[in-house]
């Protein structure tokens, strides 16, 4: 049976939407070979084509260009997803970015929005997702660009919230908050794309009927996350988007791709 290499994050959304899939508990014409990464090495690693089907932000598509095509199922969107800026005191967005950001990638959705949002960033200091939070409290940064479980534990640092960019994307477009999507690298063929994304889907909605089965895979890959917030996480992360992106978010990803001034293929070769 052919092997197939699928790049996607150690966060619990991830670990719990993908574990069917990676355990065989989905029937699927191929095996897959996991490679857990942070989003921003698998957005870096994308400009290599470095795996069949691969997490990307979506902030990252224009910059992949022809190399990968976006699959309708597994992908991250919704509503109150978004990123958050924090800092240890309140201050407006403006004020913040004067200073020193931590930002947790440039080809990050969260620094696309921010960039959109506000486009003058003083010194955009890039870190990793879960060094931003500490950064940010012991003063090396003057404010960050929080994804993925730390908008859940920011307050535990002491910092407070400057700005939520997804409330201001779905105030400014009524769009969904596209993140991130899952794609195929494009010299996969037509008919193992279309195989991937029903796997996909599969893993999904075994997730969905089978919540409690992907419980020790989730908590081997999140640190020292606790049970609640990984399943703030996933409750925020794993929706109906995940099933099948939709018209909506395939236009909410559109609009944020377009934002660069560029244009995506679908899995069925039309623009999404």
Not at 121 to 129: P, T
């Amino acid at each position: 049976m052919r092997e197939l290499t699928f790049g996607y994050s150690p966060c619990p959304n991830d670990t719990f939407a993908f574990h069917a899939l990676v355990h065989g508990l989905v029937e699927a014409p191929f095996r897959i070979r996991p490679v857990l990464l942070d989003i921003e090495e698998l957005n870096r690693r994308a400009h290599d084509s470095a795996f069949d089907l691969t997490k990307l932000s979506v902030g990252a598509f224009a910059a992949v260009g022809e190399r990968y095509r976006l699959l309708r199922s597994g992908a991250a969107l919704g509503e109150g997803v978004g990123p958050l800026v924090v800092a240890r005191t309140p201050m407006t967005l403006a004020e913040a970015m004067a200073g020193r950001v931590a930002i947790p990638g440039r080809e990050t959705t969260a620094y696309r929005l921010l960039r959109l949002a506000a486009p003058t960033i003083g010194d955009a200091v890039e870190l990793r997702y879960d060094r931003i939070l500490h950064a940010v409290r012991d003063g090396e940064v003057d404010a960050g660009l929080i994804i993925h479980e730390s908008r859940f534990t920011y307050a535990e640092h002491g910092l407070v919230r400057v700005a939520d960019l997804g409330d201001w994307w779905q105030a400014s477009t009524g769009l969904p908050v596209p993140l991130a999507g899952i794609c195929a690298r494009d010299d996969l063929d037509a008919a193992s794309v279309v195989a991937a994304e029903h796997a996909i889907r599969a893993s999904v909605q075994y997730a969905f009927d089978h919540p409690t089965a992907s419980r020790e895979y989730v908590r081997a890959h999140a640190q020292e996350l606790s049970d609640e917030v990984c399943a703030q996480h996933i409750a925020l992360y794993v929706n109906t988007f995940s099933l099948d992106v939709g018209d909506d978010g395939l236009r909410a990803i559109e609009r944020l791709v377009g934002a660069a001034g560029h244009a995506i293929n679908g899995s069925d070769g039309s623009a999404a």
